[in-house]
């Protein structure tokens, strides 16, 4: 019987590809009928046939929309996800995915009907605004009194009956407004819930984390999807989220003047509990973005005075979004200090933050003579700048190294920061970038490029992209048999105007090999 159903099947995905939907439907549904009247062997590779079955018309039958949303759901894909759950079947994230995914068709296909919908409300609102005219033109009528006048009479006899009857219009159109609403909303709950539970049940569809997050951001207001996601952290590994790490930091908000966190929206609550699950098991990939937010409001001033005047923030009345977002930061930094382990690598971060930035801002002198043979030669780093006195921050690896992401959150073993080379190099440019070499516990030099006044948040996260495109990359047969990849190097971002960045050997600018190509 297995063989005989897998036979169909790949008959009817056959006819499918050649173009014979209605066919190809209907076979599946025969079968489907069949073997459910015949019963006679429901071993689990019947079942799994069963669920695959279910799963593809429930595919078919929502592209040709040959029935409802409502019917398709009930009698197909939530059909596939309980026999999955009774029969504890090896399926259950594809079948989360593939409702999750019909699910979210029918929000896009809201999403494309909103011209109409919002032409619907806007006719609405102007029947509301007519009912307030008429509402007010009956009124000062009554109070004058002139009933006895039988034109006045009738005008307001003729009034009351438009307003009877753009009342009823209007009663009309709020349900129906109210049921579109509704309907979207429940899919929307539905395509979250079954989003979540298929990064839980399986690997196979990591990619639909992006998805997630953004109607998850889309819709931040509405509390049951911001329940969701924050009930999520315990069972989700946070490796999944890992990514949008930049995406999500960058939406923290504190709540300022004081407040408590009881006062934060439910989707604060629930991006800070995610936030601190994906730091706490990955602090190494996470903590250099935290502090990025809690520098947000450094501009290329002396890094010790931003820290003064970022503890008066909570006394101020009217913060900036910056300066919320580093309250946020900061809570989070202050929490994760009560675990000893976290404790360690924050203060040690803290201190590589603070050299860094320090060098970013500082103008070394350059010896006298040409500027540009100068800018070429090692100059001694001033000893009073705290990148010198960096001695064994064994607790975080070096900041240009690219520490693989470990699935089981063990980060034991990495190069860590021994100490800086005790001399720097300009490379030229109008904010004068510094060369720096950091010895890290393998013995190696790494060479860092130390930029101030230059924004690298944008090249973080284009550098992010072309490490997602590399995943991508190496899942698809035909690009991993070919080895196709983009050459990434590693972008910290550190202030909104300071970062560093892994300097990238065997390259030269594109000006000198002009120069040199074209002498003339």
């Known amino acids: 019987m297995f063989l005989e159903r897998l036979t169909l099947l790949e008959e009817g995905k056959l006819r499918w590809c050649q173009g014979e939907q209605s066919s190809a439907i209907k076979l599946l549904e025969n079968n489907l009928k069949r073997c459910s009247m015949e019963r006679e062997s429901i071993s689990v590779l019947n079942r799994q046939m069963e669920i695959n079955e279910l799963l593809y018309l429930g595919k078919w039958v929502g592209k040709m929309k040959s029935k409802p949303p409502a019917f398709i759901l009930e009698n197909y894909l939530m059909k596939a996800v309980q026999l999955c759950e009774r029969n504890d079947i090896d399926m259950m994230g594809s079948a989360h995915y593939q409702l999750a995914k019909f699910a979210d068709e029918i929000i896009q296909s809201f999403s494309s009907a909103d011209d109409t919908y ?13 009912l307030a005219i008429i509402n007010s033109h009956l009124a000062n009528l009554q109070s004058e009194k002139r009933k006895s006048n039988e034109t006045s009479r009738g005008e307001i006899l003729q009034l009351e009956g438009l307003r009877r009857r753009l009342r009823k219009e209007i009663e009309i159109d709020t349900n129906e407004s109210n049921q579109v609403t509704l309907e979207r909303r429940s899919y929307l709950h539905m395509a979250i819930s079954h989003y979540l539970k298929t990064l839980e049940s399986t690997n196979d569809y990591d990619s639909s984390i992006f998805r997630l997050c ?21 069972h989700i590994p946070s490796i999944k989220f890992l990514t949008l790490i930049y995406q999500l930091s960058a939406r923290l908000e504190g709540t300022g003047n004081g407040k408590g966190p009881d006062s934060l929206h439910s989707f604060q609550r629930a991006l800070i509990n995610w936030i601190q699950r994906i730091v706490v098991d990955h602090p190494h990939h996470t903590l250099y973005q935290i ?12 890094y010790n005075s931003h820290i003064a005047s970022s503890s008066m923030m909570s006394s101020q009345t009217d913060e900036t979004d910056e300066d919320l977002k580093s309250m946020a930061a900061i809570s989070i930094l202050d929490r ?4 000893p382990r976290l404790a360690r690598i924050i203060h040690h971060m803290e201190l590589m933050c603070t050299a860094y930035i320090e060098l970013a801002n500082f103008t070394q002198p350059i010896p006298q003579g040409k500027k540009t043979q100068q800018q070429k030669k090692e100059i001694p780093i001033e000893r009073n700048l705290q990148i010198a006195k960096i001695l064994d921050l064994i607790e975080i690896p070096v900041t240009t190294y690219e520490l693989p992401v470990n699935p089981r959150c063990d980060y034991s073993e990495f190069p860590y920061i021994v100490k800086f080379k005790s001399t720097l190099k300009y490379v030229g440019g109008i904010n004068l970038p510094k060369v720096v070499q950091c010895l890290g516990s393998d013995g190696r030099f790494y ?28 899942k698809s047969p035909t690009t991993r048999k070919r080895d196709l990849q983009i050459r990434t190097y590693k972008v910290v971002p550190l202030t909104p105007r300071t970062g560093v960045l892994e300097w990238v050997h065997s390259t030269f600018p594109i000006g000198d090999y002009l120069l040199q190509a074209h002498p003339r």
């Not at 994760?336 to 675990?339: E, F, I, V």
């Open 291 to 302: 502090f990025a937010l809690k520098n947000s409001s450094v501009n290329g001033m002396n």
């Open 447 to 474: 060479t860092q490029l130390v930029k101030g006044k230059d924004d690298l948040r944008q090249d973080a996260i284009l550098m992010k992209l072309f490490q997602n495109v590399n995943i991508m990359l190496k």
């Open 336 to 339: 994760l200090k009560s675990l």
């Open 118 to 130: 919002e032409t619907f409300k806007n006719l609405l609102a102007d029947k509301k605004a007519q």
């Open 214 to 234: 953004s109607l998850w951001l889309e819709n931040y207001q509405d509390e049951m999807v911001n329940k969701m996601i924050s009930d999520s952290v315990r």
